[in-house]
Nanobody, 115 residues
Framework: QVQLVESGGGLVQPGGSLRLSCVAS????????MGWYRQAPGNQRELVAT???????NYADSVKGRFTISRDNARRTMSLQMNSLQPEDTAVYYC?????????WGQGTQVTVSS
């Protein structure tokens, strides 16, 4: 079992930055991969970025060069550094952990990009 809690969302102006964090409790070293997903109103949930236990990363084309995913095993935390934010990045951001064939989700954190 893995429990995930996100934090770091908020309101930011276009061009600004935010850093999201996802703290995991439970069996951290059983996690194969983690990722950030987002869902805007009226849209399906979409992948933002993923990172494996070996630190291999993958990004959606829309965030490449602007967002950076990382994980800290000592703190059992995954982070998403978001730079050059745009209004289209507005969404609820969710953390997900994969353990074998099971997915665990956090409750989400709202990111709003607006002037």
């Amino acid at each position: 079992q893995v429990q995930l809690v996100e934090s770091g969302g908020g309101l930011v102006q276009p061009g600004g930055s935010l850093r999201l964090s996802c703290v995991a409790s439970g069996s951290w070293f059983s996690i194969n991969a983690m990722g950030w997903y987002r869902q805007a109103p009226g849209n399906q949930r979409e992948l933002v970025a993923t990172i494996t236990s070996g630190d291999y990363t993958n990004y959606a084309d829309s965030v490449k060069g602007r967002f950076t995913i990382s994980r800290d095993n000592a703190r059992r935390t995954m982070s998403l550094q978001m730079n050059s934010l745009q209004p289209e990045d507005t969404a609820v951001y969710y953390c997900r952990a994969t353990v074998q064939f099971a997915f665990y989700w956090g409750q989400g954190t709202q990111v709003t990009v607006s002037s």
